[in-house]
């Protein structure tokens, strides 16, 4: 299947979102899960370990800085479903300011991220990576205080993770995310606004730690 930026903008508003077998397999396929991932947006949880880690700041956090290394960074696993087509299109997504990246660096090196699509209020997590130990929960972080300073109302994760899991996603029916998603397509997210919070401003906002 060949896929456009406009025909995966509809099947996002629609509640699909594509996927491929592997790398290599040039068919891609849309997923509309009977148990959709979500991550709320009020109850993000942080560890002490993670906080301690946010705390030491000892990283830089940047916004579309190079979205196409962290698509890049997300697919460099053994098994992937992120295939040429789809990282072109995302690619594609980015260009047209529907996709976006938020990025942790050690000086020049990207050391982990998270990319998704955003359209009206909800955030669609594609994927993330981490090339060093709690990256993509640093990344996970920042994201979800910028989606709660942006005026976004959900997050969407696709499916639910150990990893997610533990940072307070949770999985819905397939009924009450539509919903979910209906009541946040017609208001206006804003994911370029809000600006990038020190670890400290981070941590005293609606992000619980335990």
Known sequence: MM????????????GVFPMAESRDDPEVFWVDPKRRGILPLDGFRISRSLAKTLRRGDYDIAVNHDFAGV????????????????????????????????????????IGGVYGVSLGAAFFGESMFSRRRDASKIALAYLVD????????????????????SLGG???????YRKLLAEALPNEGD????????????LQRRIQTS
């Open 170 to 176: 949770r999985e819905i029916a397939r009924s009450t």
């Open 3 to 14: 896929l456009s930026a406009d025909l995966l903008l509809r099947a996002y508003a629609s």
């Open 146 to 165: 910028r989606l709660n300073q942006g005026g976004y109302s959900l997050c969407d994760t696709q499916f639910i993770t150990p990893h997610l899991a």
């Open 191 to 202: 994911f370029l606004g809000p600006e990038i919070p020190d670890p400290h401003s981070l």
């Open 71 to 110: 698509v890049e960074g997300c697919a460099a696993r053994v098994d992937t479903w992120i295939n040429g087509e789809i990282f072109d299109r995302y690619l594609e997504l980015h260009h047209l300011g529907f996709a976006h990246s938020l990025e942790v660096w050690d000086g020049d090196q990207l």
